[in-house]
């Protein structure tokens, strides 16, 4: 065999190979890199020409990947991402700003606790922007997002901040009623984490009185529950600080996980490899 065709393969014959293959289409890799449907084709017939093995099967309308393109697919993607990460680690100009999108609750409750240790970590100025969730709520490619779910979104960047405990929680003033805390007035949060409803179906707790109050964020929620308006299912991890200086009470030891957290989200544009791996040290080391 004749190794010699395996050296010094011209890199944009890769790349389009690589373009091509995700897309999987000539248009749509040409459309991305800036290049005619024509030179894509032109490109990916030489690499295949020299390694003589067909890469794409091609029909009027579309291509789709032989065996030997599917096998090797994954070996260009990671020699192209170490490309990347290397030229970016060595040449790359370090971003002076990083701009974090989160909820109210959660800049309040888990960011600014952290942020001494956070901002010793990273080399860069941190903006914090309030995050709105919606139903359209996108990816934006020069922010870093968290935000709560079970993590399937498209980023390249992705860390769980905590995992997810539920129990009751309520101020010492309201407890001084000396009631049993199953029959206090109750709080509701509307949003992504397990209702009243199914804790009690979980724990065999009354189900009612039903909350008097409602709030749409967990913040708001958290700040009537310590003024004493009622009791509210609360995430431990947000919590923390309230139950440990006496602000908030735990009120059973039962507590429900739930398979939804927050997640750090970034995309290359946001962060370089070097400053998310700085993040994600410093966010393993505060601990949840």
């Given at each position: 065999m004749d190794k010699s065709r395996f050296d010094n393969l011209p890199l944009e014959w890769v790349r389009a190979f690589e373009v091509a293959a995700r897309l999987g289409s000539f248009t749509a890799a040409a459309q991305e890199t800036g290049l005619t449907q024509s030179a894509i084709s032109q490109r990916i017939g030489k690499l295949e020409k020299r390694l003589e093995t067909q890469l794409f099967l091609r029909q009027p309308r579309s291509i789709?990947?032989?065996?030997?393109?599917?096998?090797?697919?994954?070996?260009?993607r990671s020699a192209l991402e170490s490309l990347r990460e290397s030229s970016e680690g060595l040449f790359g100009i370090s971003r002076h700003r990083l701009?974090?999108?989160?909820?109210?609750s959660m800049i309040e409750l888990w960011l600014l606790p952290r942020l001494s240790r956070l901002t010793a970590e990273i080399d860069a100025q941190l903006s914090f922007r309030t995050l709105?969730?919606?139903?359209?709520?996108?990816?934006?490619?020069?922010i870093i997002q968290i935000r709560y779910g079970s993590g399937d979104w498209a980023y390249t960047y992705k860390l769980p901040l905590y995992r997810e405990v539920i129990?009751?929680?309520?101020?010492?003033?309201?407890?001084?009623?000396?009631?049993?805390?199953?029959?206090?007035?109750?709080?509701?949060?509307?949003?992504?984490?397990?209702?009243?409803?199914e804790w009690s179906a979980r724990f065999g707790t009354p189900s009612t009185p039903l909350p008097g109050l409602r709030f749409d964020t967990f913040f708001a929620g958290l700040s009537a529950a310590r003024q004493g308006f009622g009791v509210a299912l609360?995430?431990?991890?947000?919590?923390?600080?309230?139950?440990?200086s006496g602000r908030l009470v735990r009120l059973s030891q039962d507590e429900l996980a739930h398979h939804e957290t927050y997640w750090l989200l970034a995309s290359r544009e946001a962060v370089s490899r070097r400053q998310w791996d700085l993040l994600e040290r410093g966010l393993k080391a505060i601990g949840n």
């Open positions: 789709s990947l032989t065996v030997e393109g599917e096998t090797w697919l994954p070996h260009v701009t974090i999108s989160a909820s109210a709105v969730l919606s139903a359209d709520t996108h990816q934006e490619p020069g129990a009751p929680v309520a101020s010492p003033k309201l407890l001084k009623k000396g009631m049993d805390w199953t029959g206090l007035p109750r709080i509701a949060v509307v949003g992504p984490r397990p209702s009243w409803n609360a995430s431990l991890p947000l919590c923390q600080d309230d139950l440990s």
